[in-house]
């Protein structure tokens, strides 16, 4: 009864509307309705009226129905259900797995022992049982890797995140990228397929319109391309002595150790020269990138401040969390950058670190300039960059993975542990921008040109 009702009021009130917008012309002229039109109108508008009132009625009656049968209800039941939770043996109310104890507490620690037991033939700890359990009814996050038989299981998820953020965290580059979560191995990513700053071709083709009074405004649209990601598989290796294994909160204590310094120079170095198969494509081999040549006549494996003047002209408008990645050898040769040298008015632009600026990294043209060890030779193209590392995307899979061998050091008495992450990485763009109005293009990633 009740839907009904409300049915013949949206169907009399959309009518209503249809004769109004009838009475209003293309150029906004207004006309008064015909004798037909009026009556109909008005026999719409006492319809609305009296329905509205039915529903309000038919509203009452079933509060006074739904209050009738509580009153009808046997005494003592409760109208609400009672539902109760049940849960697998320790995890918490997200159902994620959470037997072993806090990882910075030793809790990855005894995990890894527990690996290393069950590796040599000693079964599986209860705990361990519990986690291979649960991370087998997951296949979403790869039950082959809960397979006690190759020594392997899913880290717990908590030690996963914390060991991913220990890395990434370590990491002076990759920790600036935009972090992606991959919820499966291979996924289609839409991004913005765009290469001009001009009306309309912003976004790939969006575009606004400055409207006249009741005039039209075309539709616009943005251009997107479909890039399939797929997870990369970055392994990282650790040796411990049996002495070690002994004492699991060391045994934690180490592997953090080991696996954030590993993967950490990995995840840098994979953003700044990563070939793009069967890892991420790297900022160096990207074909958004735009290389600025050196200048004419430039000594080899030099800088000059007109080297960083021109690259700082072609960086993409709106880059502001760009800084500078050089090698550590080109610091000095930047201590001597000028602008206007041997005249009366030239002032430096590189403010050194610590003594000077009071900062621990130093800055150029007001950016902040970080050595780093994945950075180029001193003169080869990736030596002196300016880069946006949030225009770089990095895709991560936080399903990280750990298997365990007795065999590969036997004589020297040591375990081996190996973690697996998966990752890619890629630019946002796939080209330079060409600005809105003229025909330079610009891009959140400049190098510098070789200088052999």
């Not at 012309?25 to 009026?38: A, H, L, M, Q, V």
């Not at 997951?138 to 299981?153: C, D, K, L, P, Y």
């Not at 895709?395 to 697996?420: M, N």
Request: proline share 4%.
């Amino acid at each position: 009864m009740l839907e009904k009702l409300r049915k013949a009021l949206a169907k009399a009130l959309k009518r209503m509307e249809e004769l109004n917008a009838s009475t209003v012309n293309d150029k906004g002229e207004i006309r008064s309705f015909t004798e037909d039109e009026s009556k109909e109108y008005d026999a719409l508008k006492a319809s609305v009226s009296e329905t509205k009132a039915a529903i309000t009625r038919a509203e009452e009656l079933e509060e006074g129905n739904r209050v009738l049968g509580k009153l009808d209800e046997p005494e003592g039941r409760s109208a609400a259900p009672q539902v109760q939770v049940t849960r697998e043996a320790n995890c918490n109310e997200n159902d994620e797995y959470r037997g072993y104890g806090e990882y910075a507490r030793g809790g990855f620690g005894e995990f890894l022992r527990d690996v290393a037991n069950a590796a040599r033939g000693n079964g599986d700890s209860k705990k361990l049982k519990e986690l291979r359990a649960w991370c087998q009814k997951r296949a979403a996050t790869g039950a082959n890797e809960g397979i006690g038989s190759q020594g392997g299981s899913l880290v717990q998820s908590d030690h996963a995140e914390m060991l991913f953020s220990n890395a990434v965290g370590k990491a002076g580059l990759a920790s600036l990228c935009t972090q992606v979560p991959l919820a499966s191995n291979s996924t289609t990513f839409l991004m913005v397929d765009e290469s001009s700053l001009a009306i309309g071709s912003q976004f790939g083709g969006v575009q606004a319109f400055w409207r006249a009074e009741a005039a039209q405004v075309n539709s616009t649209k943005p251009k997107f391309r479909e890039v399939n990601v797929k997870a990369e598989a970055l392994d990282a290796l650790f040796y411990v002595t049996n002495e070690q294994l002994e004492d699991a909160p060391q045994l934690g204590t180490f592997a953090d150790l080991a696996f954030k310094t590993s993967m950490a120079f990995q995840l840098d170095d994979a953003v700044i020269r990563g070939n793009g198969a069967g890892k991420p494509l790297g900022i160096l081999n990207s074909p958004c990138t735009i290389t600025i040549a050196a200048e004419g006549g430039q000594a080899t494996g030099s800088l000059v401040s007109a080297n960083a003047d021109k690259m700082t002209d072609r960086l993409l408008t709106g880059s502001e969390s760009a800084i500078w990645v050089i090698h550590p050898d080109n610091a000095q040769l930047m201590r001597s950058f000028f602008l206007k040298p041997g005249t009366l008015t030239e002032f430096p632009v590189y403010i050194p670190p610590n003594g000077f600026s009071g900062k621990p990294y130093g800055e150029l043209f007001g950016r902040q300039v970080r050595p780093a060890q994945v950075a180029s030779a001193k003169g080869a193209k990736g030596d002196f960059m300016l880069l946006d590392l949030s225009q770089y995307f990095l895709f991560v899979k936080k399903g990280i993975s750990a298997s365990q061998s007795a065999h590969v050091a036997f004589l020297t008495g040591e375990q081996v542990f190996k973690w697996t992450l998966r990752a890619n990485g890629m630019p946002v763009y796939n080209k330079p921008i060409t600005d809105a109005n003229g025909s330079t293009t610009r891009s959140p990633f400049i190098v510098l040109a070789a200088r052999p």
